[in-house]
C-alpha cells in the first residue's frame, strides 16, 4: 500500500516522502498513530501544492540574500575599540559585536550565528569577513577595527 509520511520515522522514511508499505503495518500502526495517511489523489495534489509552495518561499529568499549581499558588499564597517601599544586590542572583535554595529550603523538585522568569524579579531586593520547569509550565498563584508 503506498502511504505518504507525515513525520520522520527511524528505519521507514522521512516526512512527505511516499513509500510502499505492507497493509497491515499501515492500518494497524501508521494510520491509527497519524504518522501516515493513504497515498489517493486528493492528498498526492496537497503534498504537490505543499512542495511547490517550499519550493517558492526558498527561492524567495535566496533573492533576498542575494540583494543583501549586494548592498553589503559595498560596506566599510567600522568599529572603534580600545587598544595598546602594536595596535593590539583589549578583548577583540567578536561576531556579535559585527552584526551588532551592522545594526546600529547600516539597519542591517543579521544574526550572530551567520557571521562566518573563524576567531576574534584582536589587532588594528582592515578585514574581510564573510557572512552566510542563505545556502550557497555568502557576502564578504570589510570591517575595519579603528582604536
Known amino acids: 500500500m503506498k502511504v505518504i509520511l507525515l513525520d520522520n520515522i527511524k528505519g521507514v522514511g522521512k516526512k512527505d516522502e511516499v513509500i510502499n508499505a505492507a ?14 495517511v493513504e497515498a489517493n489523489a486528493e ?10 509552495s517550499a519550493s517558492y518561499k526558498k527561492d524567495v529568499e535566496r533573492q533576498s540574500a542575494e540583494e543583501m549581499a549586494k548592498k553589503l558588499k559595498g560596506i566599510m564597517l567600522k568599529i572603534k575599540v580600545k587598544a595598546g601599544e602594536n595596535g593590539k586590542i583589549f578583548g577583540g572583535v567578536t561576531a556579535k559585536e559585527i552584526s551588532e554595529n551592522l545594526k546600529s550603523q547600516y539597519k542591517f538585522d543579521i544574526d550572530k550565528k551567520k557571521v562566518e568569524l573563524k576567531e576574534t579579531i584582536k589587532t588594528l586593520g582592515e578585514f574581510n569577513v564573510p557572512i552566510k547569509l542563505f545556502e550557497g550565498v555568502i557576502a564578504n563584508l ?3 577595527v579603528i582604536g
Open 23 to 36: 497493509d497491515g503495518y499501515a492500518r494497524n500502526y501508521l494510520f491509527p498513530k497519524k504518522l501516515a
Open 43 to 52: 492528498n498526492m495534489s496537497k503534498l504537490n501544492n505543499k512542495k511547490e
Open 142 to 144: 570589510k570591517v575595519e
